[in-house]
Nanobody
Framework: QVQVVESGGGLVQPGGSLRLSCTVS????????MGWYRQAPGKQRELVAT???????NYADSVKGRFTISRDDRKKTVYLQMNNLKPEDTAVYYC???????????WGQGTQVTVSS
């Protein structure tokens, strides 16, 4: 069974940085398009950033220039480097893995990020 496990969340002051990691227990990681999503209290889940199997990256306008998504296929891990964090970035961050070869779609349990002074 495929498992998606996020880590790296926590409490940080405004202007600070965090790096989230997401490791997928799957036989072939290279066929997965990966993404980070977030959900703040009382709001819908929204896209933060994606990185395709080609390496193409996509970001929400609200995080462009502050967040960087990357992947290490050998480690079966995707990262989200978050800089200059703002209180409005506070949310549960979820990792998503979508197969490029089948309808398979996997989610992690989420990791809490809180930006507060």
């Amino acid at each position: 069974q495929v498992q998606v496990v996020e880590s790296g969340g926590g409490l940080v002051q405004p202007g600070g940085s965090l790096r989230l990691s997401c490791t997928v227990s799957v036989r072939v990681f290279g066929i997965l398009n990966m993404g980070w999503y977030r959900q703040a209290p009382g709001k819908q889940r929204e896209l933060v950033a994606t990185v395709a199997i080609t390496g193409t990256r996509n970001y929400a306008d609200s995080v462009k220039g502050r967040f960087t998504i990357s992947r290490d296929d050998r480690k079966k891990t995707v990262y989200l480097q978050m800089n200059n964090l703002k209180p409005e970035d506070t949310a549960v961050y979820y990792c998503n893995a979508k197969s490029a070869k089948s309808p398979d779609d996997y989610w992690g349990q989420g990791t809490q990020v809180t930006v507060s002074s």
